[in-house]
């Protein structure tokens, strides 16, 4: 079935190939976890423990502070050493609850749900499920799910839309678990057709992870759990195909109206991972204590997708794969396109860090800013259909107020324009501070 795609992209090198045939293995459990109190888009948790208290696996470090607020548990068993501001991935730095591991191995703390159990949960039992459990987007974005499962009544939605399109470059921890765990990412997915309400759904996976797709079509016509109208759609790779507006065009042929959401075009769009954090919740009765990640770049020794505690170190995760090649020239939580450079070793996984790349200096190469040529390449690939250029003059003349007029605030900060960019103009550098700028005038 041709559809219409979203407006620009590109086309980076995937360099997944290093992890992509690589099993999930679980991470060894850490000898202490850094769990920051802040790990979602929203309020920061408060926390709910002092220095000195004892935890178990699954304990509430930290309650959720507002609506758009999502808690946080402890991820291994052990006590509590300080709470204190600590080197966050995303923030720079953040209160975090410091925890000593205590070496008791706690596999089964958590207590599955029978099926009858399960099946006789309302949609709002199931959304405290979601609520409690701190379940966060895993894409990349942490925005509560079950904020995103509660939309308005005066906002409809028909059709549920789960993203398994990956397309930044070298992560592959989404391809992995539809490989590995389809049934479960799909009883996720009803339980969330439930939660919302729905009948149609969708499954959305690149062209390039056909393993996946296989998994996935397997699963939907094997699973035994009532999943209506769920479709499995096939799009072509192209990046930021993943990006939730640009995934809804590719899709549903739906526009979200510029400052909008996916709930104003009658839908939900959700992480396969997330999906799979739900089934766990709600199944296993499991918080969100631990994801996968996919640990790779040109500087690691065995590149692999690991099932890591959250709040472990990146430095403890070096060792756990037989160290680097050589000093890598830029560390990435995320991917290249759109993940965040890290100024330390001592920074933990948090809910939303999807992979952590340690890039060689040939990956890595900065190239020099030179003058633009006015191809108009970064307007031809920009999804959001904004003028990056132009914005980014704005910006460095200090004209914030016009930049929003021409859509500054629209950029989803995908990298498309700089990885076009034939000038090396660090234009999203650019946007971001003049976006900035415009938070801090409100």
Do not use: W
């Not at 089964?108 to 009858?116: A, G, K």
């Not at 590149?303 to 000093?327: H, M």
């Amino acid at each position: 079935m041709s559809r219409k795609t979203f407006y620009g992209g590109v086309h980076p090198p995937g360099n997944k190939h290093r992890t992509s045939s690589v099993p999930i293995r679980k991470a060894a459990l850490p000898k202490k976890v850094v769990i920051p109190l802040a790990q979602h888009t929203g309020s920061p948790c408060e926390a709910a423990v002092a220095v000195n208290d004892e935890v178990k696996t699954g304990s509430v470090l930290g309650k959720a502070s507002g609506f758009i607020s999502s808690p946080v548990h402890a991820s291994i068993s052990g006590k509590v050493k300080k709470i204190t501001h600590m080197p966050h991935p995303v923030f720079s730095r953040a209160l975090a609850v410091v925890i000593e591991n205590d070496g008791v191995r706690e596999e089964e703390v958590f207590i599955p749900r029978r099926n009858d159990e399960i099946e006789s949960l309302s949609k709002e039992a199931l959304l405290e499920i979601v609520k409690n459990s701190g379940i966060v987007g895993l894409g990349g974005a942490a925005f509560p799910t079950h904020v995103k499962l509660s939309p308005p009544e005066s906002k409809p939605v028909d059709t549920f839309l789960l993203n398994g399109a990956e397309c930044e470059p070298y992560l592959t921890c989404d391809e992995r678990l539809m490989i590995e765990r389809a049934d479960d990412i799909l009883k996720g997915l009803a339980i969330i057709c439930k939660i919302l309400g729905v009948n149609d759904a969708c499954i959305a996976i690149e062209n390039n992870k056909p393993l996946a797709i296989e998994a996935i079509r397997k699963a939907l016509l094997s699973t035994k759990y009532e999943i209506l109208s769920a479709k499995l759609v096939v799009l072509p790779t192209k990046y930021p195909q993943g990006a939730e507006k640009q995934l809804i065009r590719s899709v549903l042929n739906r526009v979200v109206p510029e400052g909008g959401l996916p709930m104003d075009v009658g839908c939900v769009v959700n992480n396969v991972g997330t999906a799979l954090a739900v089934y766990e919740a709600v199944y296993k009765g499991k918080a969100l204590i631990e994801r996968c990640v996919t640990v790779s770049g040109g500087c690691v020794k065995e590149p692999a997708n690991l099932q890591v505690r959250i709040g472990t170190l990146v430095s403890s995760l070096i060792e756990e794969l037989g160290g680097l090649n050589e000093p890598p020239a830029k560390v990435i939580f995320g991917g290249p396109m759109m993940g965040i450079a890290q100024y330390t070793m001592d920074v933990p996984v948090v809910k939303g860090t999807s992979g952590i790349l340690f890039l060689s200096k040939a990956e890595a190469a900065d190239a020099a800013e030179s003058v633009c040529i006015r191809c108009s390449r970064c307007v031809q690939v920009c999804p959001a259909g904004i003028m990056p250029t132009t914005i980014a003059n704005l910006v460095k003349r200090t004209r914030f107020t016009e930049a929003k007029e021409f859509g500054i605030t629209q950029c989803i900060e995908c990298g498309a324009c700089v990885y076009e960019c034939p000038a090396k103009i660090p234009l999203l550098d650019y946007i971001k501070f003049g976006k900035s700028k415009l938070i801090v005038k409100k």
